[in-house]
């Protein structure tokens, strides 16, 4: 099932994310529709923050660089293409270093992006959809995705990392966009 997304300035989306206790079948039925989302509206990774499902829940299926991703942007009229599924549950990241800037969107914030600096390597430990355990060494995008996400597990978007000024025109456009 496709669930609706929240949008920017929406203060569900500022909700901090519970700890998942036990994975049973509504949290598999939870990461099944978000990935039917996500694909469906042409992203690369979404929290379940997003779909006001305040637990800490991420699914990413990002290509390996940003040339692949412009590439997906540019056929995004056809039929997704599912490259390396992951779900994270309750994740954390262990490692972080080297930085670099990156242009970001989100499904939240549509038609908007904006440049941000995050780590370009990091290493995060989290649940599958099975609730086993695992550790993944990320980098470049995927990396960038995953602290993305996991922002929004805690409420913050990456409009947050904006200057006071873009951030004050960003709302205003957003506003007069939801008028009309």
């Not at 590439?71 to 262990?94: D, S, T, Y």
């Not at 270093?97 to 499904?107: A, D, I, N, R, S």
């Not at 990396?143 to 006071?164: M, N, P, R, T, W």
Request: proline residues 4%; hydrophobic residues 35%.
């Amino acid at each position: 099932m496709i669930l609706p997304i929240l949008n920017y300035p929406d203060k569900r989306l500022r909700t901090k994310a519970n700890y998942v206790n036990t994975i049973d079948e509504t949290i598999q039925i939870l990461i099944k529709d978000m990935f039917e989302t996500m694909y469906a509206k042409g992203g690369i990774g979404l929290a379940a923050t997003q779909v006001d499902q305040h637990l800490q829940v991420v699914v990413i299926d990002a290509p390996d660089s940003q040339d692949e991703y412009k590439l997906l942007l540019k056929n995004r009229q056809k039929e997704p293409q599912k490259q390396r599924p992951l779900c994270f549950i309750n994740p954390k990241i262990k490692k972080r270093y080297g930085q670099e800037k990156h242009t970001e969107g989100c499904l939240s914030v549509p038609n908007f992006q904006a440049e941000v600096q995050r780590y370009n390597h990091i290493k995060v430990e989290a649940l599958n959809e099975k609730g086993e355990i695992f550790t993944l060494q990320a980098t470049g995008l995927l990396a960038i995705c995953i602290q993305h996400e996991l922002d929004h597990l805690k409420g913050i978007l990456f409009v947050d990392y904006l200057s006071k000024l873009k951030q004050k025109r960003l709302l205003e456009k957003t506003k007069k966009m939801t008028k009309n």
